[in-house]
């Protein structure tokens, strides 16, 4: 959340704030649609701005009105089944990725890391490897310093394309970042696009890189089903996945949510799962693990919405 919500908001406030705003504006819109785990209730307003202006805009707007505002890339998060209020934004206008000097690659915060990672192997650059498989945004990937065991956004992060919770533009130096294991320590605002400092390299061996650790996603986890990623974080020195297995928890079910059978970290939905059943499968693995093993397991997820 960027802003806090201080009132219920009412529809013709939120058309106020918004009023500056030129991008598309869906009000009333079912989130599921927007997330990978396919579950979740409407928000108030789902607003895709133009542009960085329309973010200022709409920031500005939240603000003075005193509105609650999110940013959804949609692949790490649960959104509750009542939904979101206030205004919700997603980037996908804010597309936008090209070598701004030689090895420097600047994205806005909408373009997937898939992407970015594509684009980095065309123009033969590498330090994005990681980033195969990995379907956030360059936003939720800054956010959340994503990574994989290849490597992290701070591992190539120069600086933050940013918007402060006034509506200010500015550039924050990765240098002055303190970054934590899936956690980049921002202040309250919006990303809206980041510099990579990445190195040339041979085309081959960037594509052996990225095409072996995708294989080995494919043969490791349960990709053909909804899913947000890793549920847990790997407590330190053990893997949650181990735990949540080792407690005889693969193939429980609530409902459509399952604890995967290929991967015991993962939480599926197989087709009719709401918010409701999955974080009550949340729970039910966490009471098990706590019970079995004593280790308190931390949600690598974000859970919003109202209760
Ligand atoms: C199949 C699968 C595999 C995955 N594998 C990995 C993996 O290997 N490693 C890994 O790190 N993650 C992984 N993830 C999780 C996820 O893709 C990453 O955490 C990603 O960084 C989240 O990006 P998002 O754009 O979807 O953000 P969201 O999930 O929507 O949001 C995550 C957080 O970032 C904030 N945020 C999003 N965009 C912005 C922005 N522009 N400005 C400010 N805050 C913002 C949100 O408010 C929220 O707090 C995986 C997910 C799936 C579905």
Redesign the pocket.
Known sequence: ??TGQRHVPTLSVIRQALRHVQGDIRWDEPLAPY???QVGGPADVLVFPADVEDVIHAVQGARFYHLPL????????VIRDKGVRGIVMH?KQLSKVYEEKTNRVYAQ??V??PRLMQFSLGWKLSGME?AA????????????????RLG??QDVLEAVDFVTIHGRRKRIEASTLSFLY?KTM?PK????GAWMQLRSSAKDTIHAATSQYLQY?KAT?P?TLP????VFQNPPGDSAGRLVEAAGLKGVRIGDAEVSVKHAN?IVNRGAATAEHILLLVRKVRERVARKFGVRLIL???V?GER
């Open positions: 959340m960027v997330t990978s785990l999110m940013v959804l890339g949609g692949t790490n998060v980037l915060a909408g997937r890391l990681w498989g990995i379907p956030g945004t360059v936003g939720g990937g800054v956010a959340m310093n994503a990574g994989t992290e956004m899936r921002l605002g919006i990303v809206v996603r986890q990709l899913n947000a990623g890793s993962f690598e997820w974000k919003v």
